[in-house]
């Protein structure tokens, strides 16, 4: 079954410094999207990416989608104490059902 | 626009009772979906509703668990005799129209559920 597997399971950087979390699927896709989970909170919507895209960008993040590798990246410059929190991949072919990975628990020290 | 709002946010109940989450979507917005958070792992999907119908429950438990979307109020998951291994975050989810690849769902706070 299709399931987006995010890597690493836990990433700790300083202030200032940019965090580079990855995902992979197995089966083809429509589109990805990533989102982020405070502690305790529920999901935001960070950015979706299209299956005919390669690269997207929102404020400090960028997104890159590698169809033939079936991985995406997440990448947030400049990052901040505030970026804390678990970042999860969830991939969608089409309609109404998204599989979510496990995620990547992002730890930003001040 | 308020956004989608789940209650209670924290729920306790003991071994066998009946457990009751509810979901109220955003504003224009008849597409809801539930799904589970264990500790430590990612959202599985359960089920998805349009309004007064079930379109898609693969994801939920056969037994136990069931899910409405009624005309008039909001989406309610029941969990009936729960068990201690039902203890998890339940996250509402809803979109304004099934739209192809494009949706973006918008979820809820979330309902965690302790059984004790």
């Known amino acids: 079954s299709q399931q987006g597997e995010e890597d690493p399971q836990a990433l700790s950087i300083q202030e200032g410094e940019n965090a580079t979390m990855n995902c992979s699927y197995k089966t083809s896709i429509n589109n990805l999207q990533w989102y982020r989970q405070n502690s305790g909170r529920g999901l935001v919507h960070l950015i979706l990416?299209?299956?005919?895209?390669r690269e997207k960008h929102s404020g400090r993040l960028r997104v890159t989608l590698d169809t033939s590798k079936k991985s995406s990246s997440l990448l947030i410059t400049a990052s901040r104490a505030a970026d804390t929190a678990s970042y999860f991949c969830?991939?969608?072919?089409?309609?109404?059902?998204?599989?979510f990975g496990a995620g990547t628990r992002l730890f930003v020290k001040a | 626009n308020a956004g989608v709002m789940q209650n209670p946010r924290h729920l306790v109940r003991r071994r066998g009772q009946e457990a009751r989450l509810r979901c109220s979507p955003m504003?224009?917005?008849?597409?809801v979906y539930w799904y589970r958070q264990l500790p430590e792992e990612g959202l599985k999907f359960m089920v998805y509703?349009?309004?007064?119908?079930?379109?898609?429950e693969s994801g939920m438990p056969k037994e136990r668990f069931s899910a409405e979307f009624p005309k008039e109020g909001p989406s309610i998951l029941r969990i009936q005799q729960v068990v201690r291994g039902d203890s998890a975050a339940y996250f509402c989810?809803?979109?304004?129209?099934?739209?192809?690849?494009?949706?973006?769902?918008?979820f809820g706070p979330g309902t965690r559920l302790t059984v004790t």
């Open positions: 990416i299209r299956s005919n895209e």
């Open positions: 969830a991939t969608s072919r089409g309609g109404f059902k998204t599989i």
């Open positions: 504003k224009g917005h008849s597409h």
């Open positions: 509703l349009q309004k007064e119908n079930i379109i898609d």
């Open positions: 989810a809803s979109s304004i129209e099934l739209a192809g690849a494009l949706d973006e769902q918008y």
